[in-house]
């Protein structure tokens, strides 16, 4: 499934690392790492299922599911504008791993 909710977010993270899947969060801040350099690294995500985690718009995500995350990774902008708009940066990234995976 491409999109989902979850009335606790923090729950369904836990029980997405249980499943076997890794967890990346799409969002900025000091940890977080430029997509394309992890790509171009990495020559894209291991085997493993990996759920792209997107927060709200304006308060990113949830600072508790950033710890579970393995990586942390922002795509790269140019000039003043600090940020897509999440559905925009989900497709971008996603289209990103995708062509990664394809290697």
């Known amino acids: 499934t491409l999109f989902r909710s979850h009335a606790d977010p923090l729950l369904a993270a836990r029980a997405l690392l249980e499943s076997g899947r890794r967890l990346w ?36 995500v ?6 579970l995350c393995e990586r942390v ?3 790269p902008m140019a000039g ?10 989900f497709g971008v990234a996603v289209y990103a791993l995708r062509h ?3 290697g």
């Open 73 to 75: 990774v922002r795509i």
């Open 25 to 60: 969060a799409l969002e900025g801040g000091p940890r977080s790492e430029d997509l394309y350099d992890v790509l171009d690294h990495a020559g894209g995500p291991e085997s493993a299922p990996l759920v792209l985690v997107c927060g709200h718009e304006v308060s990113g």
């Open 100 to 102: 990664a995976a394809r």
């Open 80 to 89: 003043i504008k600090g940020s897509l708009n999440v559905s925009v940066a």
């Open 62 to 67: 949830d600072p508790r599911i950033l710890e």
